[in-house]
T-cell receptor, first 110, second 113 residues
Framework: TQLLEQSPQFLSIQEGENLTVYCNSS?????LQWYRQEPGEGPVLLVT?????EVKKLKRLTFQFGDARKDSSLHITAAQPGDTGLYLC??????????FGKGTRLSVIA | DTEVTQTPKHLVMGMTNKKSLKCEQHMGHRAMYWYKQKAKKPPELMFV???????INESVPSRFSPECPNSSLLNLHLHALQPEDSALYLC????????????FGPGTRLTVL
């Protein structure tokens, strides 16, 4: 069974601070997605990474896929209250269902 | 257009009611999914439709009955639900294959009394 371990589970920081969320597995994934979800809403896709070592930037968010395609990280620079939410990583491999991490609940305090 | 729509947004039903959740996508995706999400947990897969055929049923109780009328629509028929079925029900569509990227709808918040 493929598992994605996400850390930390909870993170509370001040506005302007930087943070990194990690998503690790012992399994290789063909691709990995990052989503942000707000309470009562569906997850919103932030990025899909496909190539080992790939780095993608989305404004203040930087996503990296590990060289071996077993892990990924999300780095947020100068966090803002609007970044508050649940961040989910999800891995795809062949024709098996998407595997989700348990999520990181981020709270950015003004 | 990367939008998946779901109706209704909220639903309250009794244990003897029959209701349906609806989902629509116009991205040309051939895979559509139903997920159930409880508070503070990640989404749990319920059903997968691929090319309008049910390809995965994750041992979901028969009181949940999915239907895929065409490649753009996905329904979830509900009957004789239990209070523990209260949750956020999410529909997603995706590209499937080895680099499956899924796009989620806003969800239906279901409360079973």
């Amino acid at each position: 069974t493929q598992l994605l371990e996400q850390s930390p589970q909870f993170l509370s920081i001040q506005e302007g601070e930087n943070l990194t969320v990690y998503c690790n597995s012992s399994s290789v994934f063909s691709s990995l997605q990052w989503y942000r979800q707000e309470p009562g809403e569906g997850p919103v896709l932030l990025v899909t990474v496909v190539t080992g070592g790939e780095v993608k930037k989305l404004k203040r968010l930087t996503f990296q896929f590990g060289d071996a395609r077993k892990d990924s990280s999300l780095h947020i620079t100068a966090a803002q209250p609007g970044d508050t939410g649940l961040y989910l990583c999800a891995g795809s491999s062949g024709n098996t269902p998407l595997v989700f991490g348990k999520g990181t609940r981020l709270s950015v305090i003004a | 257009d990367t939008e998946v729509t779901q109706t209704p947004k909220h639903l309250v039903m009794g244990m003897t009611n029959k209701k349906s959740l609806k989902c629509e996508q116009h991205m040309g995706h051939r895979a559509m999914y139903w997920y159930k999400q409880k508070a503070k947990k990640p989404p749990e897969l319920m059903f997968v439709y691929s090319y309008e055929k049910l390809s995965i049923n994750e041992s979901v109780p028969s009181r949940f009955s999915p239907e895929c009328p065409n490649s753009s629509l996905l329904n979830l028929h509900l009957h004789a639900l239990q209070p523990e079925d209260s949750a956020l029900y999410l529909c997603a569509s995706g590209t499937s294959g080895s680099t499956d990227t899924q796009y989620f709808g806003p969800g239906t918040r279901l409360t079973v009394l």
